[in-house]
């Protein structure tokens, strides 16, 4: 069992200021009739939503082909001086397009995302242990990074199918996402800007988030579940190369990619 160790990191917080342009009641597109503003965390507006540095929240996941509704996952996540790190639980069914041979049959997996690597374990395939990808390190605390903000009070269904008030934020090549909004009466004022929902370009995959709870995470739920030896095997080699690229375009992985790139 590999402890996690503890790496330095400078924690990237978003700060800002109420943008002056008024915030407009009914959905709106605002991506004409905003002006792109300077801010590293997001664009469109000086007040950028960011993640707690620590938080778990359960979500759905959900994909048109293969049929997937609402899925059980789980989401760990801890960003702080001493530890970053991040755990994607998929806990009914992992992300599809796993291999063409389990097209419409996928057994849960967990991604952790830990010492600036990606690593997969999917017991249900025999993957005690890989790794998907390297030198990609959890999503900092400002999610939107290299999203722009396109509409407000755009109507979308959080996990629990309720019908949530949103920002909409928008990536480019149709990645995109949704933030409980200001005038959002599901959640209300003290829950905004935390996600709802978050598509993955145009496969059709979403997650739509459960509530956010905030608070210290246990760093032993980053634990990877194997040796160094076993865990630093390419998971091109363990599950093929078809799979492994597969799971490299699955929404978490793609986000914290981005957000590292950037």
Partial sequence: M???REVCVVLLVAVGTVHGAPIFKGAQDISATHRPLSNPNCSGTEQCPFWPTEFQAPFGLNSF????????SFFYYKYTDDVQAQLVDYSEQCAPFTSVSSFFASSPCKIYFVYNNVYLHQPGRD???CMLMEDVGPTPPAFLSGYGLTG?????????????SCDQWDGGNAFLQWTVGRFDSVYGPD???RPVAY?????????????LSPGPQDSSTFDLPASYDVCSQACPIVI???AAAALRNSPEV???AAATAA
């Avoid at 407000?152 to 949530?164: C, S």
């Fill in 152 to 164: 407000q009070n755009v109507i979308k269904n959080d996990m629990y199918g309720r019908a949530v």
């Fill in 2 to 4: 590999i402890r996690f």
């Fill in 127 to 129: 993957v005690e242990c």
């Fill in 65 to 72: 082909l293969p049929y997937i509704n609402n899925a059980s």
């Fill in 191 to 193: 829950y905004w800007g």
């Fill in 254 to 256: 793609r986000l914290a």
């Fill in 199 to 211: 598509q993955e370009g145009p496969v059709g995959v979403i997650w739509r988030w459960g509530i």
């Fill in 240 to 242: 093929g190369e078809e």
